[in-house]
């Protein structure tokens, strides 16, 4: 059971099958990622109390978390490169470095959620609020997530094999890096 | 595209052989395997889901009744049986038979491949399903009971332990129905991406089986439709346990969201599963009309757009949740224009049909039962789908008949339809067609019994989830009460044929006559591996070179084409 089918060796499509089932995946996470914020839009078109709440978030920590990962994915994208010269060690010290920016986003994510939370804005505390935890919170776990993968990816990468899933974990990467760009405005910069 | 390495195939042949019987049965990463898994599990579900409709419509004919097997039904029991009644019979069973099972079985072998493109997914989908089950049935036994606020899990009944009684089991229910999408989240790619990158060389966009296409069409409409839900669910387990107030108007949040969150997914939900028993009927039409399917790219561009209008229906569902009128407006503009590439399709069958050599078999007659069927759901359809007349029908049982017409033919007709025509390629065996006709008939005329006189319940103002109609004195009319008894008396018909079934399916199982290769003579790749296929399908994959549908073709010998044959 260790070789893989020839199905999985095909590509009709013109695609290999890893990048065609990561642009699955991407897609049909879009769509949770789109009924959670469309909802949050209507919520917040429809609310004023919602504007009120969100003075409450800090734009500057949303700002820096958006650098820390953006930069986490340029390294994803020196990793691919690398990967694509063949290079499997220095691939897997780029996924490190990215996987290093997902840490840094999360211990900056925790104090923010610390500091909130001891100014009393919890999960239920108001509408806002829940969606602004529920969201994050969604996101947070796709970056754990990823992170994770990434160190397996990272680990197989070092011994030059399965260096195409270098790339595939990089799509991943810059997709959970997109909907931290829906987030930030969303819930930091619209006051 | 390059051909395959045979040494590869080798290997997959002797690793067969040292398996043991639970990494066969239990653990396998063969999709035939999985689909077996899927196919047996949902018709185990569909038993459960029987046995429900059976104990709810006693206590609806004969209230008050000591149920045989159950017992004196209880109100909340009542709302309990009918809530997982409607989920397991949608998510539990028409979702892992027709798309899963079918899909898992069909894809590789139409496309000729010898497995899907993610094998270990495929059976991580498989257990992450069948823990959605043991989730799902554990609710059934926590204090409180199973979840009794419909299966649409409408707020605050679903999200307020005081009004829906059941504080664990509706986390329980909604925590399985997000696994159980998991699972089909993990499939669908698996389907999609099989399809799109494995087929057989020689096998042209046009050339693939429309059952593959609408299993593939279906998975698409799944992965883009469920996403909100998903979403819904979180929100909806934390305002059960965490204190949110998504769906609470006391605090700032909408229940609305939730019914367009919900049917956001649920409407294309209904062509999910309709779409791959559109295919398996033409399939098994065009083999035994011997002809080619009418119209093979119109009825493709056809599933397409019925794919994207379905996702501008769904408000139809909410005519009378409050919704503003203008919009309700909309939604029925679109609702009647779905019903056009529907229609459609069924007539591209009927002209398949026409001047064809017909052959009654089981599989055919069930194939034809769903055209038949399915027409009276559809057209009962436009009436809810125009505001004007839902108002007035909205929650009776006019709708629910009407929804058992279309659910009925997809689920349990598509169900019988493909089992009984791929029965000999997956097991190896035929099934007997004497018993298979009893069976259809001892099925469909009990079927037209049990809804035909809802249709009149509904229209006379009978409303659905009602526990006792005899509290209603509008209600408790002895000629209404007599339809209700004669429906129920139809579904213990019913019921009892399928015991039928299920000794034709195990008869045959192990002793039914051997089957051939082709037993039915058609074209499709899967007739020409062995029955069963063998671990990898073929010993070399095949290469195709025509369309599947080049039946009766003037100047040949046979009145087949098969794909692989190359002249």
């Not at chain 2, 008050?64 to 998510?91: C, K, Q, R, W």
Request: hydrophobic residues 50%; glycine residues 8%; contains cysteine.
């Amino acid at each position: 059971m260790s070789a893989r089918p020839i199905a999985t060796t095909r590509s009709a499509a013109g695609m290999p099958t890893g990048r065609l089932a990561v642009w699955w995946v991407i897609a049909s996470e879009i769509v949770i990622f789109g009924g959670l914020l469309g909802s949050y839009v209507m919520f917040r078109l429809s609310h004023d109390s919602f504007a009120s709440d969100a003075a409450n978030t800090n734009m500057y920590i949303g700002a820096f978390n958006t650098w820390v990962l953006l930069t986490s994915s340029l390294f994803a994208v020196l990793g691919h490169k690398a990967a694509e010269e063949g290079n499997g060690p220095k691939a897997a010290r780029m996924l490190w470095l990215t996987v290093g920016g997902g840490a840094v986003f999360l211990l900056v994510k925790t104090y923010e959620w610390y500091e909130k939370i001891h100014h009393g804005h919890t999960l239920s505390s108001s509408t806002f609020f829940s969606f602004y935890y529920t969201a994050a919170g969604l996101h947070a776990l796709h970056v754990i997530a990823g992170m994770i993968i990434m160190l397996f990816v990272a680990n197989t990468a070092r011994k030059n094999l399965e260096l195409h899933r270098v790339e595939l974990i990089g799509i991943y990467w810059h997709f959970v890096d997109v909907v931290w760009i829906f987030l930030f405005p969303l819930l930091y910069i619209a006051k | 595209m390059a051909t395959a390495p045979v040494t590869h195939h080798d290997a997959h042949g002797h690793g067969h052989h040292e398996e043991s019987w639970f990494v066969h049965y239990f653990w396998s990463t063969d999709h035939k395997m999985i689909a077996k898994q899927y196919m047996f599990t949902g018709m185990a579900m569909a038993l459960i889901g029987g046995f429900f409709a059976y104990c709810f419509r006693m206590q609806i004919a004969f209230p008050g009744i000591d149920v045989p097997g159950f017992g004196v039904v209880s109100p909340n029991e009542y709302n309990h049986l009918i809530t997982n009644h409607g989920a397991i019979m949608i998510f539990w069973v028409a979702m892992p038979v027709l798309i899963a099972a079918f899909g898992n079985y069909l894809i590789p072998l139409m496309i000729g491949c010898d497995d899907m493109v993610f094998p270990k997914l495929n059976r991580l989908s498989y257990q992450i399903f069948l823990l959605s089950i043991v989730v799902l049935i554990a609710s059934f036994f926590v204090p409180g009971g199973g979840f009794a606020g419909a299966w649409t899990m409408y707020p605050p009944l679903s999200a307020k332990p005081e009004y829906g009684l059941t504080p664990l089991g509706a986390s329980l229910f909604v925590t399985a129905v997000a696994l159980e999408f998991v699972a089909f989240l993990m499939g669908g790619i698996n389907f999609v991406t099989t399809a799109m990158n494995s087929r057989a060389p020689g096998m042209r966009m046009y050339d693939i089986p429309m059952v593959v296409w609408m299993i593939v069409i279906a998975s698409i409409l799944f992965m883009a439709s469920v996403g909100p839900l998903v979403a819904g669910a979180v929100m909806l387990l934390f305002d059960q346990n965490l204190g949110t107030a998504f769906f609470n108007p006391d605090k700032g949040g909408d229940p609305v969201l939730w019914q367009h969150l919900f049917w956001f997914f649920g409407h294309p939900e209904v062509y999910v599963v309709l779409l791959p028993t559109v295919g398996i009927v033409a399939e098994i039409i065009t083999v035994f009309a011997r002809k080619k399917l009418f119209a093979y790219r119109t009825v493709l561009y056809t599933a397409f757009g019925t794919g994207v209008l379905s996702f501008m229906v769904w408000a139809h569902h909410q005519f009378i949740a409050g919704i503003d009128p203008r919009m309700a407006n909309i939604f029925t503009i679109t609702t009647l224009l779905i019903s056009i590439p529907i229609a459609e399709m069924m007539f591209v069958y009927i002209a398949t049909l026409y001047g064809g050599a017909i052959t009654l078999t089981t599989p055919m007659l069930w194939a034809l039962s769903f055209i038949a069927t399915f027409l009276v759901g559809g057209v009962t359809g436009i009436f809810l789908g125009a505001s004007g007349a839902d108002i007035y029908l909205h929650d009776t049982y006019f709708v629910l008949a009407h929804f058992h017409y279309t659910f009925f033919p997809i689920a349990i007709i598509g169900t019988f339809a493909g089992l009984s025509y791929w029965f000999p390629k997956m097991f190896g065996r035929m099934m007997n067609e004497t018993l298979g006709k009893i069976h259809f008939w001892g099925t469909i005329i009990p079927f037209n019994c049990i809804f035909i006189p809802l249709f009149v319940l509904g229209a006379a103002g009978e409303h659905r989830r009602i526990f006792d109609y005899t509290n209603f004195s509008e209600l408790a009319r002895p000629e209404l009460r007599q339809l209700d008894q004669f429906a129920t008396i139809s579904l213990l018909v019913m019921l009892g044929f399928q015991v039928l079934f299920l000794f034709n399916l195990f008869y045959s199982l192990f002793w039914g006559p051997k089957a051939e290769k082709n037993p039915w003579k058609a074209n499709t790749l899967e007739w020409t591996a062995d029955s069963p296929p063998p671990h990898g399908n073929w010993p070399e994959l095949p290469r195709v070179y025509r369309g599947p549908y080049e039946y009766s073709v003037p100047g040949r010998d046979q009145d087949y084409w098969p794909q692989n044959a190359q002249n």
